[in-house]
């Protein structure tokens, strides 16, 4: 049986069901084709912040346009995306505090609460955290987390019931280009056919894209996340990104903590290696980490930890727009900070698919031919790269 739809979309994670919800939102009749089931790559092990602060422009306008989306959920998707509001703080390095500085400005300008606050002001926000070092911070009161596995099943499920297709366990193992032009795939499960092809494959992207004749500097980010049980008298406290101390860490349900490190990064595995470790150390310095912010999780225990995967490009920023045969789109290489702009990229890339040019927020610099160009997305007031390697 031959299997027409208005676009087809590589990958059930929070970008590919995005795209879903916002194309049948349109009126399209998209096929979603997912190789196991819905959030099975990076999605499904996301520490789910949602916050604003970037040193790129561009993503705290797409991060900005997502909140939207996460703190009213119900109106503007259906079903629930488990956003907390926690507050949240940036902690940068004294030697980047001007361009902390420059960074909330721009982030005000585009209308985001932030501001920055001192030690003494956080310590009054969250008592159990060790100030003396910090004498200035980015805060974020309304930012939080979500559940990134709640996200995409909202998507899909909406989706489906406003004329999307979801097929999973169904792998792509080839493409149909007739005339330069995009006219179907091949899969594990037959043929499918339609004049637009979406590779949101997460980090199997690379892979997904040689079959259209595309060649793209996909790499992979192997992330290693733990939860601690805390210790009763710390009842609750922000969501952080503590680069100083290369670290982020948030409150979860059931009295946890989940910390993770900006330098623990495994990059280069294979997208199918194991997930089931954490690196050999990685506990141990995790722990010793959150101890230096907040020393009382000394008493606290280990709960859990778990390995997500996700697609690093050369600048650690996204990859979005057409490239190769008439009709094909990228959407990937989230670099470990996809989760919270998936709202508006959906948006942005239905928007155009239809109309040509996204109008929401202006996505061309992600432009998938821009490493050919060799121009790499900097902020103008930029930290650097978020991930390093544990060598690093
Ligand atoms: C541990 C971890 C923590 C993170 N924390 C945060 C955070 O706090 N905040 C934030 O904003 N972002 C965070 N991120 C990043 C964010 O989760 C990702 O950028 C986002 O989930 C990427 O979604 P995706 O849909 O592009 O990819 P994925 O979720 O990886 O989805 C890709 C899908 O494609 C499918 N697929 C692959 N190949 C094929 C094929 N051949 N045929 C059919 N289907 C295929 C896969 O099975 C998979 O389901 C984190 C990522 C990780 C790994």
Not at 209 to 222: A, E, H, Q
Not at 301 to 309: A, E, I, T
């Amino acid at each position: 049986m031959t299997q027409t739809f208005d676009a087809i979309i590589i990958g059930a994670g929070v970008i590919g069901t995005s795209i879903a919800f916002h194309l049948s939102k349109r009126g399209m009749k998209p096929v979603i084709l997912e190789r196991k089931q819905v959030a099975f790559g990076a999605t499904g092990s996301s520490s789910g912040l949602v916050r604003m602060h970037y040193d790129l422009e561009a993503e705290s306008r797409l991060a900005w346009e997502s909140f939207q989306y996460f703190r009213n959920w119900g109106e503007r998707v259906g079903g629930e995306c488990g956003f907390r509001r926690t507050g949240f703080l940036h902690i940068e390095p004294a030697e980047h505090e001007d361009k902390l500085r420059a960074n909330v400005a721009m982030h005000q300008r585009i209308g985001i609460p932030s501001s920055i606050i001192s030690g003494d002001d956080v310590r009054k926000l969250s008592p159990s955290f060790k100030t003396d070092d910090i004498a200035f911070a980015a805060y974020e009161p309304e930012s939080g987390y979500a559940d990134a596995t709640l996200t995409a099943n909202s998507f899909l499920d909406v989706a489906k019931a406003t004329g999307a297709v979801y097929t999973q366990d169904c792998e792509l193992l080839g493409a149909h280009v007739a005339s330069g032009k995009v006219t179907g795939v091949k899969t594990s499960r037959g043929d499918f056919f339609a004049p637009i092809v979406i590779n949101a494959a997460g980090s199997w992207a690379g892979i997904v894209s040689n079959f259209f004749g595309v060649t793209i500097p996909l790499d992979t980010w192997t992330h290693d996340v733990l939860h601690i049980r805390r210790p009763a008298h710390i009842q609750d406290h922000l969501t952080v990104i503590d680069s100083s101390l290369g670290m982020y860490f948030r409150p979860d349900s059931g009295d946890l903590t989940l910390v993770a490190l900006e330098d623990d990064s495994r990059i280069g595995e294979a997208p199918d290696a194991d997930r089931h470790y954490v690196a050999k150390d990685f506990v141990e310095r995790a722990i010793d980490r959150i101890c230096l912010r907040v020393p009382d999780m000394e008493q606290g225990s280990l709960h859990s930890s778990h390995v997500g995967r996700d697609g690093l490009t050369p600048d650690q920023r996204a990859i979005i727009g057409s490239a190769g045969p008439e009709g094909y789109f990228l959407v990937t290489g989230f670099s470990g900070t996809g989760f919270k702009l998936s709202p508006a990229i959906g948006l942005c890339v239905s928007e155009l698919i239809l109309d040509g040019k996204a109008a929401t927020v202006d996505i061309s610099g992600f432009d998938p031919l821009r490493f050919e160009r060799g121009e790499l997305l900097k902020g103008d007031h930029s930290y650097g790269f978020i991930w390093r390697d544990s060598s690093a």
